[in-house]
């Protein structure tokens, strides 16, 4: 069974550009979920997919987008970059959908070191 | 909106029990709880998750009152390896999904 992967590891970029994060999810789950974490902090949800589309967001500005592909594997972008999202970005991914979505249990990559300066 | 609660940190010593209560006032109906452990510079790994009364596996337990307001999470004898940060997770029931983290515990086991 191959756990969640990302890519890549750490990441340096410059105030206003554009990222793509990557993520392929475990064997066998369907939805994927994206999060933030600033040192010290507990993750902060993003977005989740499922079949390729978006059915829940947390407070993040519409610059953060992501896709989900039909192999289950995941992007998320970031435009105009702001110095505030440096941050490590975790990808989780879960199986199953519908009411007791939230009873899948998340499976979580090692995330993407992303440093803005 | 759903909001969980947690202490910041906590101290423990090898060998012994530890319990680190989370409080979610505004868990949803349908809403399970789950507790998350985290080592520095990796994802958090999933260790318990329960809907009420108790849950028990091979590395923990989990308490979970009749209001289901708060969660306990117990680690029993403690080590070393179990220093960590401890995350409860709910989920918030508002048309969509929206995952809420705790602040985290951070656990300290001191030999």
């Known amino acids: 069974e191959t756990g969640v992967t990302q890519s890549p590891t750490h990441l340096i970029k410059t105030r206003g550009q554009q990222v793509t994060l990557r993520c392929s999810s475990q064997?066998?789950?369907?939805?994927v979920s994206w999060y933030q974490q600033a040192l010290g902090q507990g993750p902060q949800f993003i977005f989740q997919?499922?079949?390729?589309?978006?059915?829940g967001r947390g407070n993040f500005p519409p610059r953060f987008s992501g896709l989900q592909f039909p192999n289950y594997s995941s992007e998320l972008n970031v435009n105009a970059l702001e110095l505030d999202d440096s941050a490590l970005y975790l990808c989780?991914?879960?199986?199953?959908?519908?009411?007791?979505?939230?009873?899948?249990?998340?499976?979580f990559g090692n995330g993407t070191r992303l440093t803005v300066t | 909106l759903a909001k969980t609660t947690q202490p910041i940190s906590m101290d423990s010593y090898e060998g012994q029990e530890v319990n680190i209560t989370c409080s979610h006032n505004n868990i949803a109906t349908n809403d399970y709880i789950t507790w998350y452990q985290q080592f520095p510079s990796q994802g958090p790994r999933f260790i318990i998750q329960g809907y009420k009364t108790k849950v028990t596996n091979e590395v923990a337990s989990l308490f979970i009152p009749a209001d289901r307001k708060s969660s306990t999470l117990s680690l029993p004898r403690v080590s070393l390896s179990d220093t960590a940060v401890y995350y409860c997770?709910?989920?918030?029931?508002?048309?969509?999904?929206?995952?809420?983290f705790g602040t985290g515990t951070r656990l300290k086991v001191l030999a």
């Open positions: 997770l709910v989920g918030e029931a508002s048309g969509t999904y929206k995952y809420i």
């Open positions: 989780a991914s879960s199986s199953g959908q519908g009411v007791r979505v939230y009873n899948s249990p998340l499976h």
């Open positions: 064997s066998g789950h369907n939805t």
């Open positions: 997919y499922y079949r390729e589309e978006e059915n």
